[in-house]
């Protein structure tokens, strides 16, 4: 079992920025990729961006290019969304997620087998 815990997440106006945590513990050592999602009210969970742990290569949806980066730390088994100029429509609650097995399309929910409790970003205006 893996377990994923998000922090970071709060009140920020708009143009501004807010690094995510997320720290993943138990069996780490089959981590294939952690991503980034974001549900907002009404709407359905969103693939924001990902990272393959092992070779450290990164994927992002369109809509955060130039804007949301994502990093690792694999001595804590963290990774971290930092989200720059930030608009009011990216309020939702941020979740990672992690996949344990290779897996072509980052972007796909159906990817991920672990899932972190989430953490509300709120952009204000």
């Known amino acids: 079992q893996v377990q994923l815990v998000e922090s970071g997440g709060g009140l920020v106006q708009a143009g501004g920025s807010l690094r995510l945590s997320c720290a993943a513990s138990?069996?780490?050592?089959?981590?294939?990729?952690m991503g980034w999602f974001r549900q907002a009210p009404g709407k359905e969970r969103e693939f924001l961006i990902a990272?393959?742990?092992?070779?450290?290569?990164?994927y992002s949806a369109e809509a955060v290019k130039g804007r949301y980066t994502i990093s690792r730390d694999n001595a804590k088994n963290t990774v971290y969304l930092q989200m720059n100029s930030l608009k009011p429509e990216d309020t939702a609650i941020y979740f990672c997620?992690?996949?344990?097995?290779?897996?072509?399309?980052?972007?796909?929910?159906?990817?991920?087998?672990?899932w972190g409790q989430g953490t509300q970003v709120t952009v204000s205006s």
């Open positions: 997620a992690l996949a344990t097995k290779v897996a072509l399309r980052l972007e796909a929910r159906s990817t991920y087998d672990y």
């Open positions: 138990g069996r780490t050592f089959r981590t294939y990729a």
């Open positions: 990272i393959r742990w092992g070779v450290g290569s990164t």
